[in-house]
């Protein structure tokens, strides 16, 4: 996380009201009177009264020393108040250089997923109205159970009850297959990347089927398709969106830049064992670049994704806020949201705190439409996000589980200018 609330210096408070004037002046009467009176008991007796001496003793002692008090009185309190003011102002200024860096967002140039061979399946409005549900099945495997769960079923990739080997196989097909269809979608968008750009690809494949073979299969279609140069970025295992929270913190230190394509799939063996309840097979594709370089180099951008914020169910480290603050919007400007990863009580525990937060909203829960796509659940709920986004609709917000906690991520729609609209 680029910026640290706990660590960030505090406004302090204001030194109080001034000096009751109506005292001190009070006081000072009282003290030109005591010293007035004091000049006169204390003048010696031997010398004349009549001299500018004595009248000069009368009138500037009795006066000048309860007018110094007075006076320091107030100076220190304006002094005070002066350095809280200018102390106050240099801190509000250096978290809001800090906030701006930190702050700054990606550029999502486009997003593409499936969880269904079916396009009409597939669409967002389908998710959002209660179309697509997650269904009890009979299992493909002999010696399985009925199950609720999601699988892919794609024209020519059969689903015959076998050994793990034919899992394999159908992996092998149904990993291509999504590699074409994503990268399909985002075709064009890949295409109009600056020359010379540094794409990035984070390949992440949960399912059983060999690294290499996943990335072969990735090169030769990318191959296919004629897309420009692209390196592979190791990264050992699938992370959540905190892996972009990374990214920001490299891209605030001038470093980590270009563009980077996220391609995450979640399949399982279906063919030789029965798929875990409540789960689903899909594949996401999301093409990101640091906004501000987006913006430099003239790239079409209509939506951000904010950086993302980690926090407990509750929400009690101000997680919403934070997310909400990095999307420069308010609780009641976001309409929408989707979520994934959380259970009924952790479900009803975040509904709660976001309510008390003002953001009253029913996220979509894609565990109840689609199924949880495991390691590639997050992405999708990004995706989906992306997606909803319209004319009509500037904002949405995400929550995606975790095992300590939730992520939380505001997605914007933003003019074509770059600015959010």
């Known amino acids: 996380m680029a910026v640290d609330f706990s660590l960030l210096p505090n406004e302090e408070p204001d030194p109080g009201s001034p000096p009751s004037r109506l005292f001190w002046a009070i006081a000072f009467l009282v003290m030109v009177l005591g010293g007035a009176l004091a000049v006169l008991l204390l003048w010696p007796k031997h010398l004349p009264t009549h001299t500018w001496r004595f009248w000069a003793s009368l009138g500037l002692l009795p006066v000048g020393i309860p007018a110094w008090i007075v006076l320091r009185r107030f100076a220190h309190y304006e002094g005070r108040r002066l350095d809280v003011l200018m102390r106050n102002e240099a ?65 020519g990739i059969q689903l015959v009850s076998g050994d793990k080997e034919a899992d394999e196989h159908r992996h092998g097909k149904l ?3 999504l590699y074409r269809e994503l990268l399909d979608s985002l075709a064009d968008r890949i295409r109009s990347l600056p020359p010379r750009g540094d794409l990035g690809v984070l390949l992440w494949v949960s399912g059983g089927l060999p690294r290499h073979q ?17 390196r592979l970025m190791e990264d050992a295992a699938p992370p959540g969106l905190d892996a972009l929270d990374r990214w920001l913190d490299q891209v605030a230190g001038k470093g980590a830049r270009g563009a980077r394509l996220i391609v995450a799939i979640q399949l399982h063996r279906i063919l030789s064992d029965t798929p875990p309840v409540g789960t689903a097979e899909a594949g996401v594709a999301l093409l990101l670049m640091p906004g501000e370089q987006a913006n430099q180099l003239g790239v079409d951008a ?22 909400l603050r990095w999307g420069d919007v308010t ?84 003019s074509r200018k770059g600015k959010p609209v």
């Open 175 to 177: 990993t291509r297959w």
């Open 302 to 323: 209509e939506v951000n994704l904010h950086r993302p914020v980690h926090g407990p169910v509750d929400l009690a480290n101000g997680a919403l806020s934070h997310a």
């Open 91 to 155: 801190i509000r200024k250096y978290n809001e250089r800090v906030f701006a860096v930190a702050a700054r967002p990606l550029a999502l140039l486009g997003a593409a997923y499936r969880f269904s061979s079916d396009q009409d399946e597939n669409a967002i409005v389908s998710i959002q109205s209660g179309m697509v549900t997650l269904r009890t099945q009979e299992p493909i495997s002999s010696d399985g159970d009925p199950t609720k769960a999601r699988w892919l079923v794609v024209p």
């Open 331 to 414: 609780a009641a400007e976001v309409p929408g949201g989707w979520q994934t990863g959380l259970g009924a009580l952790q479900t009803g525990v975040l509904r709660q705190a976001a309510a008390r937060l003002g953001l009253n909203i029913q996220a979509t829960d894609l565990d109840q439409t689609v199924g949880h796509a495991g390691s590639t659940a997050p992405w999708l709920a990004i995706a989906c996000a992306a997606g909803a986004l319209s004319d009509n609709v500037q904002s949405q917000i995400v929550f995606a589980g975790q095992p300590q906690g939730v992520d939380v991520a505001v997605v914007r729609r933003v």
């Open 214 to 230: 996943c990335v072969a299969s990735l090169q030769e279609c990318w191959q296919e398709l004629q897309f420009p140069p692209m």
